[in-house]
């Protein structure tokens, strides 16, 4: 079993900063990556950042020097530092581990919401 707990979420004014975190426990080895996905309302989920195990980074074009994921192995735990919101990062947050099992298995946070008001 995986278990992910997020927070940090939370209502911030436009050209705010917020952080997250996303804690991992439980039976957490191969990992593949971590990362940041979001949903906004009539959206679909996208992939907001990721960190693979050999610590690269990637990241959609819309959060590009903006955002900043990190991770503290020793903590298993994954931060999303976001820097000059915008209203259009307004959506529900989810922490994403893959891990390598029999095939490649996803596990989910359950969600933290950003509101970036203008």
């Known amino acids: 079993q995986v278990q992910l707990v997020e927070s940090g979420g939370g209502l911030v004014q436009a050209g705010g900063s917020l952080r997250l975190s996303c804690a991992a426990s439980?039976?957490?080895?191969?990992?593949?990556?971590m990362g940041w996905y979001r949903q906004a309302p009539g959206k679909q989920r996208e992939l907001v950042a990721a960190i693979t195990s050999g610590g690269s980074t990637s990241y959609a074009d819309s959060v590009k020097g903006r955002f900043t994921i990190s991770r503290d192995n020793a903590k298993n735990t994954v931060y999303l530092q976001m820097n000059s919101l915008k209203p259009e990062d307004t959506a529900v947050y989810y922490c994403?581990?893959?891990?390598?099992?029999?095939?490649?298995?996803?596990?989910w946070g359950q969600g933290t919401q950003v509101t970036v008001s203008s």
């Open positions: 439980g039976s957490i080895f191969s990992l593949i990556a």
């Open positions: 994403n581990v893959r891990m390598l099992r029999i095939g490649i298995r996803d596990y």
